[in-house]
């Protein structure tokens, strides 16, 4: 009889350490240091910081190029001096005196200036070249001036290309009656201008040209200085 107890009573015993060791399983799954399988996951906190295009921020912009165009250098394509700008150009400024010239401030207006019983007119002849020494192409043009008597005095002027601005510089007279028949800018030497015109000798009638002058110019400013010419025989 006790033994049959006994058996029973560890029976019982070993059933119930079987239920408390399945309690103390079940408690470890679903206390704080482990989430039940039907806890739902806190959501992320989302970042502040600005990113590339994703969340609800969108990046920062990346700084942008200047619009603002580059201003033309002297002597570039969008600065070029042609001899048409000649026709509105200037031609005698406070700063500049052309030798035939009334005093006064004197621009060419399409090619003419007109005042005090004097026309001053730009010329066909004209030739693009460094004269100046600064890389970039200036101009060298003859220019007529028509008194009111008989005179047609010629002369001969430099333009500077100020970014394709013409600023006159320097400039020689080549006399009464001297039309102008070619002009070379830098030819054949950079900063020389070879002009060829029509002219006479010393005893030789106003009235009348003779010679036919090839006459190579160099800027010094405000003149424009003949290094050598040669003469040739000129029948009209």
């Not at 058996?7 to 119930?16: D, F, N, P, S």
């Not at 970042?47 to 201003?71: C, R, Y």
């Not at 090619?111 to 460094?130: A, F, K, N, S, T």
């Not at 040209?209 to 009209?236: C, F, G, I, N, Q």
């Amino acid at each position: 009889m006790n033994g049959k107890r006994n058996g029973r009573a560890r029976g019982t015993w070993l059933i119930t350490a079987l239920a408390l060791a399945s309690v103390t399983v079940g408690c470890q799954d679903t206390g704080g240091g482990g989430g039940s399988a039907n806890t739902k996951p806190g959501k992320p906190a989302a970042s502040k910081s600005p990113g590339k295009g994703s969340g609800k921020e969108s990046a920062k912009p990346s700084p942008t190029a200047s619009k603002k165009p580059a201003k033309p250098g002297k002597g570039t394509s969008s600065g070029a001096l042609t001899c048409d700008r000649l026709r509105n150009a200037d031609l005698q400024t406070p700063t500049f005196r052309f030798p035939d010239a009334p005093t006064g401030t004197v621009a060419f207006t399409d090619g003419r200036w007109e005042g005090d019983g004097v026309v001053i007119e730009l010329q066909p002849q004209c030739g693009i070249g460094d004269m100046t020494g600064d890389a970039a192409e200036d101009a060298v043009a003859a220019v007529k001036v028509t008194t009111g008597g008989t005179g047609k005095f010629w002369g001969l002027v430099t333009w500077r290309n100020d970014s394709g601005t013409p600023v006159p510089v320097a400039a020689a007279s080549l006399g009464d009656r001297t039309p102008v028949v070619s002009i070379e800018a830098a030819a054949p030497v950079a900063r020389q201008a070879t002009v060829v015109y029509l002219t006479r000798g010393d005893s030789d009638p106003a009235a009348v040209v003779t010679l036919r002058r090839t006459a190579v110019y160099r800027v010094d400013e405000p003149t424009l200085t003949e290094l050598h010419h040669t003469d040739a025989p000129y029948t009209p």
